[in-house]
């Protein structure tokens, strides 16, 4: 073996950066740095995930891309990864002062996917999404229960289904989660789809499909402790093929990208959820990865992939199905707990 892959992982205590990581330390043959803007993540002082890390501003901190410059500098590091949706749009946007390689979607592209309705609405030409209204005031939640029937499901336009999401069977309930949250004019409200909850998960380069995969989001870590069932952090996931989903993924991704005048570049990841028949409906799309781990369990190792392929070298992969239908990946909450003094707690890493 050659000397090592010299990778940077920005976010690493985040599920979607620390899978990537086990996935990378797995197939071997990377040396891997880690960054977190909190001196307590529990990444950070892992043996069993970074060779090396750093703590560093937020992303929202002008010192930001001088930081991780100055790190890629000191670590000689070959490529950038970014999962946190926090950092990718401070990336993208200064994506020609990055002094190494990446593989990332358009700049255009992460800021877009940042509006559920927006991407929806520009793909809704191409392939199936619910239906939906924005929830400006009490009478457009009577127009959705009118028009969808009930139960609609509520969530944020911007932010996080564990935050904002909710099923509501009737208006008053509807009125009270809203305004509770405080959404009203944010809040999106739409037809309910009570089937199977999938991901398509796929990898491009400059517009070519390597490689994608599709999970079902079978259960979630307290899921009862969330008034939608819903939290973010899957307990059970199943692998599957499923050629429609396929056909919707690949079709939402790139008619966004068509609209937005860019090429698919990097990972990303489309939801779809059933409806009664079982036909998939697009309800987001992402700019990042998530949960890679599972897919690496089935055959389909997409962060070493990923890199690989950022890196210029050649690959054999399949654009669809490439990894086994089929698998139950049961998941942990992912780090081991870790045991630090005090008096070795990483201190803010800063540039001279």
Same mark, same amino acid.
């Given at each position: 073996m050659g000397q090592p892959r010299r990778i940077l992982v920005t976010s690493i205590n985040l599920p979607t950066s620390f899978q990537m990581v086990k996935a990378l330390r797995d197939v071997g043959g990377y040396y891997i740095v880690g960054t977190d803007c909190s001196p307590v993540a529990a990444a950070l002082y892992s043996e069993n995930l970074a060779h090396a890390t750093y703590v560093i501003p937020p992303a929202s901190d002008e010192r930001y891309i001088e930081v991780i410059n100055e790190i890629i500098r000191k670590e000689a590091l070959d490529l950038l990864i970014v999962t946190q949706e926090q950092e990718l749009p401070v990336i993208t946007k200064n994506i020609d002062s990055i002094n190494t390689t990446t593989l990332l979607p358009d700049h255009k592209l992460v800021t877009t996917v940042k509006s559920k309705r927006k991407s929806l609405e520009l793909v809704s030409d191409s392939v199936c999404v619910p239906r939906t209204l924005v929830a400006n005031n009490p009478e457009?939640?009577?127009?959705?229960?009118?028009? &969808?029937?009930?139960?609609?499901?509520?969530?944020? =336009?911007?932010?996080?289904a564990r935050d904002t999401a909710f099923k509501a069977n009737d208006p008053d309930q509807a009125k009270l989660w809203i305004t509770l949250k405080n959404g009203w004019g944010d809040y999106l409200l739409s037809e309910y789809l009570p089937g199977k909850n999938f991901c398509w998960v796929c990898l491009y380069k400059q517009g070519a499909l390597v490689g994608s995969g599709i999970y079902e989001r079978v259960g979630y870590f307290l899921a009862g402790a969330s008034p939608s069932g819903v939290t973010g952090i899957c307990s059970e996931i199943l692998t599957w093929h499923r050629d429609d989903i396929n056909a919707a993924g690949k079709t939402a991704v790139e008619t966004l990208c068509h609209h937005l005048s860019v090429v698919p570049n990097g990972i990303l990841a489309v939801d779809l959820k059933d409806d009664e028949h079982g036909m998939p409906y697009v309800t987001e799309i992402n700019a990042r990865?998530?949960?890679?781990?599972? &897919?690496?369990?089935?055959?389909?190792?997409?962060? =070493?992939?990923?890199?690989?392929?950022a890196l210029g070298e050649s690959v054999v992969c399949q654009p669809f199905n490439c990894c086994r239908p089929g698998v139950y990946y049961l998941c942990s909450l992912g780090i081991e707990a870790v045991e630090v003094e005090s008096t070795s707690l990483k201190s803010l890493f800063t540039v001279y």
């Open positions: 457009d939640i009577q127009k959705a229960f009118q028009s &969808f029937g009930a139960p609609i499901w509520i969530r944020g =336009d911007k932010a996080q990865p998530t949960n890679t781990y599972v &897919f690496s369990k089935a055959g389909f190792n997409i962060a =070493d992939i990923f890199c690989r392929v």
